[in-house]
Structures are given as structure tokens and as C-alpha cells.
């Protein structure tokens, strides 16, 4: 009897330490698998908004850490640093929208020297599918509204959805969702006016291996 239960008891135990290895392989091959798409989706989105005529750099990285309330919460934001000719071009600043219908909206902003707008798109968010997902560029072109737009003191009260008296469109039984974007990626500008000459002279503190 006592030998039947130490047999079963050690096949048990082979089988717990067999079926741990098998599951830690599984992990380290897809959290490779996942980090290598990440790095494609990265430059992809980068690209998508800074055009690469901007650039004649390592793009993805040259880049720096920032912390500001402006860009949606107190967490590090990275700040990519698009140069032509040694002299800068454009930026690509992470950023939130920290009051989404459902959550935090994170998006990537780009932004020339003269601080208009080249391009914005979502990377993450939790938003009603069939409502508020029409901020992904996949869904609706509503996204595509800021390309081109800058922030000055007389426009500022355009940078908001027509319900409240702005120039970007609303969607259908969701507003909230298009209001958020529209503050953040107004933030954003609004940090790049103020700290554009020191988030290119600061030291380049991250590094993003893209193949």
C-alpha cells in the first residue's frame, strides 16, 4: 500500500516538474514572440505619424524620458526625436487620455518644429467597440482630423468636439470618448510649446533595438 502511494506520489511529482518546464518554455517563447511585435508595432506607428522625410536618424532611438501631468498622468512618457541633418525635425510623444468612456486612452502624437500636428494614433485603449473605437485609424478616418492643426492663443477654443463648440466631429451616442482624445492630444501640444528646445537637447536615456 505504502509503496503504491510513494509511486503515485513520485509520478505526481514528475509530472508537476515536466508540466512547470513545459510552461516556462511556453512563456520565454511567446514574451519573445510578444516583445518582437511590440518593436514592429512600435516602428510602425512611428512612422505612421512622422513621416520618414523628416528623419535621416536612428528614429526609434533617439528618444527620452519624460514625467508631466500634460501628457495624461505621472507615469514616464518616452519623447521620440526626429532629426534631418543633425537638426531637429519632429517629435513622437507617448501620451493618455486618462478620461475615456471605459479607461485611460494611450496614444503616440507627432509633431513638427513648427508644432503642428503630423499625425496621431491609438496604441491601447478600452473603448465601446462599435462606438468609441472609431478612434483607430482601422475603424473610421476620425483620427486623421488633427493631421496639420497647431494650437495658438486665438484657437485654442476650437480644440474641442462641436457639441462643445469645436472643430472635430463627435461620434454618434459617444462623445466622451472623441472629447478625451481631443484634450490630450491638445496637452500634448500645448507641453511641446513650452518644452520643445529641451526635449531635443536632453541626453538620449533609452534605447529601442529594431531590426
Known sequence: ???????????LALFAVITTALISMTFAITESRITEQQKKQLLSVLTEVVPEHYYDNSFYNDCTLVQSDMLGSTEAKVVYRARLGDQPSALALETTAPNGYSGSIHLVVGVDTDQHVLGVRVVDHKETPGLGDKIELAISNWILSFNGKSITN???????VRKDGGQFDQFTGATITPRAVVDAVKNTLLFVQVNQQALFAHDNDCKVELE
Open 1 to 11: 500500500m505504502f509503496s503504491t502511494l510513494y509511486k503515485n506520489g513520485g509520478m
Open 154 to 160: 486665438e484657437n485654442q477654443s476650437n480644440w474641442a
